[in-house]
């Protein structure tokens, strides 16, 4: 049982890492679809802090990771494996464990032309999805803006599913992307397909906090 489990995570741990060095690009901003959820047991009458009450400050960006049941930030995560591909700046992973898949937000940078936009950086992104990911599907888009050295710009905030293999089970992802001085940044935030409203909830608050600076 055990070998079974520890051959699950390293199926899990190779998907991701083959999404985020096939696709290391993804795009922008995820507008999270209208769905039925269970909420995790905790006492009703207690609000969650938002998380843009909880900043992470980067030299390059900041973002508000997610706050769990207990106001306690996710695991934050700053150095990375060679199972992580090049261009890994920042992990942010839900202090709820889950056996099947648990809850997580990456942050990557990338060299991209000088004249590359981010919205067209997300579009770009969004068609390499579409041709690499088995069971592709689109969930939604929203035309955003995020705020890159102080002022507002456009790019896309992208919701869509998918695997690597036809056996694996359906991911969810979340994705919202920025250019700043022919860098790209990548923020990808994945969920199982039946996760929490109220993790995804946070995901999608937390991409919708990025600021690069």
Avoid at 190 to 201: F, I
Wanted: one cysteine or more; a neutral charge; charged letters at 30%.
């Amino acid at each position: 049982m055990q070998i079974k489990r520890k051959n699950d995570r390293m199926k899990k741990a190779n998907f991701i890492t083959f999404l985020m060095k096939k696709l290391l690009i993804i795009l922008p901003l995820l507008l999270l679809g209208a769905g039925c959820f269970h909420s995790n047991a905790e006492d009703p009458n207690e609000k969650a802090l938002p998380a843009s009450a909880n900043s992470y400050q980067a030299d390059e960006f900041s973002i508000s990771p997610p706050l769990d049941s207990q106001k306690k930030t996710w695991e934050t995560i700053t150095t990375f494996t060679k199972e992580f591909p090049a261009g890994a700046i920042a992990a942010f992973r839900d202090n709820v464990k889950d056996e099947k898949f648990t809850a997580n937000i990456n942050v990557y940078k990338k060299s991209v032309p000088a004249d590359v936009s981010s919205a067209n950086f997300a579009l770009s992104e969004i068609r390499n999805q579409e041709k690499n990911v088995l069971n592709f599907k689109e969930l939604s888009r929203e035309n955003v803006k995020i705020a890159i050295s102080d002022q507002n710009v456009d790019t896309i905030l992208f919701y869509f599913e998918g695997k690597e293999k036809a056996e694996e089970e359906i991911i969810k992802f979340f994705q919202i992307f920025g250019v700043k001085n022919a860098v790209g940044y990548i923020v990808t935030g994945s969920a199982a397909s039946d996760a929490l409203d109220e993790t995804v909830k946070k995901i999608e608050e937390s991409l919708r906090s990025l600021v690069i600076k």
